[in-house]
């Protein structure tokens, strides 16, 4: 693989109400952080930190100087709301179960995690 040759990538971030999944095409040899800035999402993003977040591969966690391969997907992480485990006890406790209509009550138990 020549330097000059160029890859595809894909660049990942989303919020509650809003993602993004961005193709861009970089040198081979590109950071992350080359691929993101290129993606354009910290346009879509403006109130983000996004430069302070993790990273991740494919949801293997990377440096931000790390190099993609083709075709990888670079994925921008946001931090947890509520823990999983919490959340999951949340839940069992109420009789509920994780993805259905228990989103509201870990959402309104996410502060008294106690």
């Known amino acids: ?17 809003q993602q993004a999944l961005e193709t861009v095409f970089v040198i081979a040899g590109a950071s992350c952080v080359d691929a993101i800035a290129q993606s354009g999402i910290g346009k ?18 990377v440096t931000a100087d790390s ?28 009789g509920q179960f994780m993805g259905g209509s228990g989103r509201d009550l870990v959402a309104d138990q996410k502060i008294k995690t106690d």
């Open 44 to 61: 879509k993003f403006p109130n983000d930190e996004l430069a302070s977040l993790p990273l991740a591969i494919w949801g293997k966690p």
């Open 1 to 17: 693989m020549s330097r000059d040759e160029k890859i595809s990538v894909e660049v990942a971030y989303g919020t509650a109400d």
């Open 67 to 94: 190099c993609p391969k083709a075709g990888d997907r670079i994925e921008i992480l946001r931090p947890l709301v509520i823990d999983p485990r919490v959340a999951r006890r949340l839940l069992a406790k109420a």
